[in-house]
C-alpha cells in the first residue's frame, strides 16, 4: 500500500511538473534552429517567418509566399538569390525587419520585366516606413579611405577596393520603406554603403517611402533605370564620396501625397559626411544623366529645393527637366550649391530645364566656388517614362 501511495504521489508530481511546463511564458526551443541559415534544408529557413543570418548559398523560390518578419542579415561569405518573380512580404511597424547584405556576402535579385521582385509590406493597410529596406555594404573607397559604421544597425562598409562586387539587381520593386529608429535616423528605400562598380543594379522602382528613395555613402556604384514614387524625404542623395553613375532617374511627387520631411528635395548630393571632414578624399563626384523630377503635391513646402549640391560635392548633371503642375507650390531654390557646412565644388555643373506656374529657373544659387548653372533652351527631355512600362505605373 505504501508503494502505491508514493507512486500514485509521484504520478501527481510529474503531471503538476508537466503541466506547469505547458503553462510556461517560457519559449520552447525549436530543434535546430540557432539564428543561422546554412544552406537550403536549415530549419531557421522558414517561409512564413523568413529572418536570420545567411552563411551558406540561399535561394528564395518564386513559388512561396515569403513573410519577412526579422532582420534577414547575409553574412560575409553568404549568398542570397531570390528567383525572377518572387514577392516578399514584411511584416510592418518594426525597425527590425529589413533586408541587409554585409561586406564580401553577395546578393542576387535578378528580376525580369514579366516577372519583376517584388518586396513590399504585409500590412492590410500599407504605409511608408512599415518595414526598414534593402542595405548593401561594399569595400569601394569612400571620404577618408578607411572603413566606417553605417548609420543604423552598425556595419562595417568602407575600403580600397573600388571595382567591389555585391551581387546584382534588376526588376526590383521596393515599397513602403523607411522604419524610424528615431528622429535622426531612419532606414531608406535603398541605401548603398561604399558599393562598388563591380556591383549591377538597374531598373529599381521604389514607391512610398519615410525617408529617402535611395542613398549612396560613397563608393563607386552605377545605377540605371530608377523610378522613385513618393518619397518622404530626398528622391535621389549622396554624401561620403559617391563617385559612380547614375542614368535614367524619374522621381515624382504624387497630388495627393502630402507627407513630408523637414527639407525634402529632388537631389541632394554632399562631398563629404555632413561636412566634417571637407580636406578628405575622396568627395563625392557623381555623373548623373537623365533626370525627371515631377511635384504634383499641393502641400506647402513639399520641395525645399529641387536640386541641392552641397560639402564639397562636384558632379555632372546633364538632360535634367522639372515638373511642377499649376498648382504646386513654389520649391525653396530651383538649384541651389550653397550650404552653412561648405558649397559645391567649382567642378560642378548642372544642365536642367524647368516647366511649370510656380517655377523660376533663374532662382539659382551657383556657390562661393561658382558651380556652373545652366537652363537649357529649348527644355531638356529628362527622363523617358517608357523604360519604367515593367513596373504598371501610370505616369
Same mark, same amino acid.
Given at each position: 500500500?505504501?508503494?502505491?501511495?508514493?507512486?500514485?504521489?509521484?504520478?501527481?508530481?510529474?503531471?503538476?511538473?508537466?503541466?506547469?511546463?505547458?503553462?510556461?511564458?517560457?519559449?520552447?526551443?525549436?530543434?535546430?534552429?540557432?539564428?543561422?541559415?546554412?544552406?537550403?534544408?536549415?530549419?531557421?529557413?522558414?517561409?512564413?517567418?523568413?529572418?536570420?543570418?545567411?552563411?551558406?548559398?540561399?535561394?528564395?523560390?518564386?513559388?512561396?509566399?515569403?513573410?519577412?518578419?526579422?532582420?534577414?542579415?547575409?553574412?560575409?561569405?553568404?549568398?542570397?538569390?531570390?528567383?525572377?518573380?518572387?514577392?516578399?512580404?514584411?511584416?510592418?511597424?518594426?525597425?527590425?525587419?529589413?533586408?541587409?547584405?554585409?561586406?564580401?556576402?553577395?546578393?542576387?535579385?535578378?528580376?525580369?520585366?514579366?516577372?519583376?521582385?517584388?518586396?513590399?509590406?504585409?500590412?492590410?493597410?500599407?504605409?511608408?516606413?512599415?518595414?526598414?529596406?534593402?542595405?548593401?555594404?561594399?569595400?569601394?573607397?569612400?571620404?577618408?579611405?578607411?572603413?566606417?559604421?553605417?548609420?543604423?544597425?552598425?556595419?562595417?562598409?568602407?575600403?580600397?577596393?573600388?571595382?567591389?562586387?555585391?551581387?546584382?539587381?534588376?526588376?526590383?520593386?521596393?515599397?513602403?520603406?523607411?522604419?524610424?529608429?528615431?528622429?535622426?535616423?531612419?532606414?531608406?528605400?535603398?541605401?548603398?554603403?561604399?558599393?562598388?562598380?563591380?556591383?549591377?543594379?538597374?531598373?529599381?522602382?521604389?514607391?512610398?517611402?519615410?525617408?529617402?528613395?535611395?542613398?549612396?555613402?560613397?563608393?563607386?556604384?552605377?545605377?540605371?533605370?530608377?523610378?522613385?514614387?513618393?518619397?518622404?524625404?530626398?528622391?535621389?542623395?549622396?554624401?561620403?564620396?559617391?563617385?559612380?553613375?547614375?542614368?535614367?532617374?524619374?522621381?515624382?511627387?504624387?497630388?495627393?501625397?502630402?507627407?513630408?520631411?523637414?527639407?525634402?528635395?529632388?537631389?541632394?548630393?554632399?562631398?563629404?559626411?555632413?561636412?566634417?571632414?571637407?580636406?578628405?578624399?575622396?568627395?563625392?563626384?557623381?555623373?548623373?544623366?537623365?533626370?525627371?523630377?515631377?511635384?504634383?503635391?499641393?502641400?506647402?513646402?513639399?520641395?525645399?529645393?529641387?536640386?541641392? $549640391?552641397?560639402? =564639397?560635392?562636384?558632379?555632372?548633371?546633364? /538632360?535634367?527637366?522639372? *515638373?511642377?503642375? @499649376? +498648382?504646386?507650390?513654389?520649391? %525653396?531654390?530651383?538649384?541651389?550649391?550653397?550650404?552653412?557646412?561648405?558649397?559645391?565644388?567649382?567642378?560642378?555643373?548642372?544642365?536642367?530645364?524647368?516647366?511649370?506656374?510656380? $517655377?523660376?529657373? =533663374?532662382?539659382?544659387?551657383?556657390?562661393? /566656388?561658382?558651380?556652373? *548653372?545652366?537652363? @537649357? +533652351?529649348?527644355?531638356?527631355? %529628362?527622363?523617358?517614362?517608357?523604360?519604367?512600362?515593367?513596373?504598371?505605373?501610370?505616369?
Amino acid at each position: 500500500m505504501k508503494i502505491l501511495k508514493y507512486s500514485s504521489l509521484s504520478l501527481l508530481f510529474a503531471a503538476a511538473l508537466m503541466f506547469s511546463s505547458c503553462n510556461s511564458d517560457d519559449p520552447t526551443p525549436v530543434e535546430g534552429k540557432d539564428g543561422i541559415i546554412a544552406d537550403q534544408n536549415d530549419p531557421d529557413l522558414v517561409v512564413a517567418d523568413l529572418q536570420g543570418e545567411i552563411t551558406g548559398d540561399i535561394t528564395l523560390a518564386a513559388s512561396q509566399n515569403w513573410i519577412l518578419t526579422g532582420a534577414l542579415v547575409v553574412k560575409d561569405g553568404g549568398k542570397l538569390t531570390i528567383e525572377a518573380g518572387t514577392v516578399i512580404k514584411a511584416a510592418a511597424g518594426g525597425t527590425n525587419v529589413y533586408i541587409a547584405v554585409e561586406q564580401n556576402a553577395e546578393i542576387q535579385a535578378v528580376g525580369t520585366a514579366a516577372a519583376p521582385i517584388k518586396i513590399t509590406s504585409n500590412a492590410a493597410s500599407p504605409k511608408g516606413g512599415d518595414w526598414g529596406g534593402l542595405l548593401l555594404m561594399g569595400n569601394a573607397g569612400i571620404t577618408g579611405g578607411s572603413t566606417a559604421v553605417t548609420e543604423i544597425v552598425n556595419f562595417i562598409y568602407g575600403g580600397s577596393n573600388d571595382a567591389d562586387d555585391s551581387g546584382d539587381i534588376a526588376y526590383l520593386t521596393l515599397e513602403y520603406t523607411g522604419a524610424i529608429i528615431n528622429d535622426e535616423k531612419e532606414f531608406n528605400g535603398l541605401t548603398l554603403y561604399g558599393v562598388g562598380s563591380g556591383t549591377s543594379i538597374n531598373n529599381v522602382f521604389i514607391n512610398y517611402g519615410n525617408d529617402d528613395a535611395i542613398e549612396f555613402f560613397g563608393g563607386t556604384v552605377n545605377i540605371s533605370n530608377l523610378l522613385v514614387v513618393n518619397a518622404k524625404d530626398d528622391m535621389f542623395d549622396w554624401t561620403q564620396g559617391y563617385r559612380g553613375t547614375a542614368t535614367n532617374v524619374y522621381g515624382i511627387r504624387e497630388n495627393g501625397f502630402d507627407e513630408k520631411s523637414n527639407d525634402p528635395r529632388g537631389l541632394e548630393g554632399d562631398g563629404n559626411l555632413d561636412g566634417l571632414t571637407p580636406s578628405a578624399l575622396p568627395q563625392s563626384n557623381p555623373t548623373i544623366t537623365n533626370l525627371t523630377i515631377v511635384n504634383r503635391s499641393t502641400v506647402a513646402d513639399g520641395m525645399a529645393d529641387v536640386v541641392k $549640391i552641397r560639402r =564639397g560635392s562636384s558632379a555632372t548633371l546633364t /538632360n535634367a527637366h522639372v *515638373i511642377f503642375s @499649376a +498648382d504646386a507650390p513654389a520649391p %525653396g531654390d530651383f538649384v541651389d550649391m550653397t550650404d552653412g557646412a561648405g558649397d559645391a565644388a567649382g567642378t560642378a555643373s548642372v544642365n536642367i530645364s524647368g516647366t511649370g506656374t510656380n $517655377i523660376d529657373t =533663374g532662382d539659382n544659387k551657383a556657390g562661393a /566656388n561658382n558651380a556652373t *548653372i545652366t537652363i @537649357a +533652351d529649348p527644355a531638356n527631355t %529628362g527622363c523617358p517614362t517608357t523604360i519604367f512600362a515593367w513596373t504598371g505605373y501610370t505616369f
